[in-house]
């Protein structure tokens, strides 16, 4: 192996990859207690709702309430999803409760048309305008490329396709690519080769950041490859919540306490706080009702003190 990262920044994306997905739509004062757990669990970086239409998502349409009731420390950047224009004003009016904003789009056509009806083309000229005003209102973004690593209507999806939408987005005045194995389709040899071409595509100041999926078990092996190849940045979902609306049955993003618990024992710092990530994990297992995929939130975090069996 390359030589790791010593340390690595995690965005908890849970309340918005989450929440979203779950058939349920969440309690506005359950979400605000997850996530108020979540600030409290070391994450600088959480993505904590979405302005996406609220006939479209009921699951978030109670985005600006979870907004202005939430109470993290001041040293957590909070994050927004906006998929448009109209998203980006709702969210500007509680402009003075975030830091960033993610935008997203498919690397596929056919990805991207069942997803937001629209051509890839067409996504990319409106985000640039929500790209443009966001930055003139001061705030950092995100762009998530998602189906970056393949499709599953379209199969494979050409990395310099990939690399060129990067950059287009960067262009727009993205600042972070996130690169989203949305439909889990990825492996560790294919992520341990992209990651670096798109990294010598778009040029050693870019924050690529990876987003992998667990719907086939390959999460944990995805972040060591992404790792080996020198990403220091991930998103990850507490609980292994998550998934994508198109197609149905594409599951969870890869546990954040699974991964936080890895990287600690492989002696990469993640500044998360386990046992109390663990704390959030089991409120949102109670909060669900159902059984988690996640593996640390069953077995809890390694413990190396001897201890004796039990009698
Ligand atoms: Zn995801």
Partial sequence: MAELPQRVRIREVGPRDGFQNEPETIDTYDKVR???????????????????RPDVIPQLADAAAVLEAIDVPDDVALSVLVPNERGLDRALEHRDRFHEV????????????????????????GLRLVLGRAREAGLRCEAVIATAFGCPYEGRVP?????????????????????GDTTGMANPRQVRELFPAWRS???????????????????LANVVAA????????????????????PAGATGNVATEDVVSMLEEMGIETGVDLPALVVATGMVADVLGRPLGSHVSTAGPVDWSPSPPAS
């Fill in 34 to 52: 997850l996530i108020d757990q979540l600030g409290r669990s070391g994450f600088r970086r959480i993505e904590v709702t979405s302005f996406v």
């Fill in 102 to 125: 993610s935008v997203f789009l498919s690397a596929s056509q056919t990805h991207n048309r069942k997803n937001v009806n629209r051509s890839v083309e067409e996504s990319l000229a």
């Fill in 159 to 179: 990395p310099e396709r990939v690399a060129s939408i990067a950059s287009e987005l960067l262009d727009a005045g993205a600042q972070e690519i996130g690169f």
């Fill in 201 to 219: 595509a778009l040029g050693a100041e870019v924050e690529l950041t990876a987003h992998f999926h667990n719907t086939r078990g390959q999460g």
């Fill in 227 to 246: 790792l080996d190849a020198g990403v220091d940045s991930f998103e990850t979902a507490f609980g292994e919540l998550g998934g994508c609306p198109v």
